[in-house]
């Protein structure tokens, strides 16, 4: 099966087909499209269903799919990666991008129809998405800030409808609980209640003494040690940003002051945060 890979971190394009020419894949990356005109079939994971105007689809790296086009079909895709999430939600605190990492990410929602059923719904999704094309291409003052809050309003609609659909619309894979378990770990961990470990046992039904076990058998790390691993990659992509100065950046990760953050720093990276900055 081919595989496409997308070396961007987020992409929106716009495309025109009477045939569609490419084998069935799937990717690296996530993506949403939009059917702004045309029909056909759309095979995902060996199950066929038909699509039609304003449908929206959400396919994660794992989905393979390919269409089957009867009427000329224009789709719009908007492309992004797991980094793209994680380093939006580094500066952010809104429960509404916590809630779409955590579908795509954590319970991974496989829809064999399309996520939005109202066709009001649809046509805002599809103008907002026409809006966001238009957007990204411009390249104009403000346009990351523009696409950041469009992209958040997108997703948003589009977890509200999957709520709204009820869940016996869509279907959560088990997977392996240590991926899942990771995937909460990666989207939480500047929530400093969420990582406790109580918490976090509750949230997969687990004693507080067995996941601290299960992590550190499969993982090697215990679950401290990837709450840190993890705020130590944030750090790194906050100090070349260069938006925020070193104590801002020990607040924002939850260190008690600068000189912690500072030793914790170095002692994983072996230079100190502003060394890093100036590498």
Partial sequence: MQRIVNFRTFNVFSIEKDVWDIDYHNHNFYEIILIEQGEGIHHLNQVK???KKNDVFLLTPSDAHSFEIHQKTKFIYIKYTEQFLLDALTLENNKNWKEALQLTLYQKPLLYESIIKDEKEAENLLQLAKILEIEFQSKNTYSNEILKNLYATVMTIIVRNLYKNGSEK???????KIEKILSYINIYTLDNDKMKIENLAKQFLM???????????????SIQNHIIQNKIT?????????????????????????????????KYKNVSPSEWRSK
């Fill in 170 to 176: 869509w279907v959560t894979l088990e997977g392996e």
């Fill in 207 to 221: 004693s507080k003494n067995y996941i601290s076990l299960y992590v550190k058998k499969n993982t090697g790390f």
């Fill in 49 to 51: 269903f038909n699509y």
């Fill in 234 to 266: 944030i750090a790194e992509r906050l100090l070349k940003q260069g938006k925020l100065n070193i104590n801002e950046i020990s607040s924002h990760l939850g260190f008690n002051d600068a000189s912690h953050f500072h030793k914790i720093f170095k």
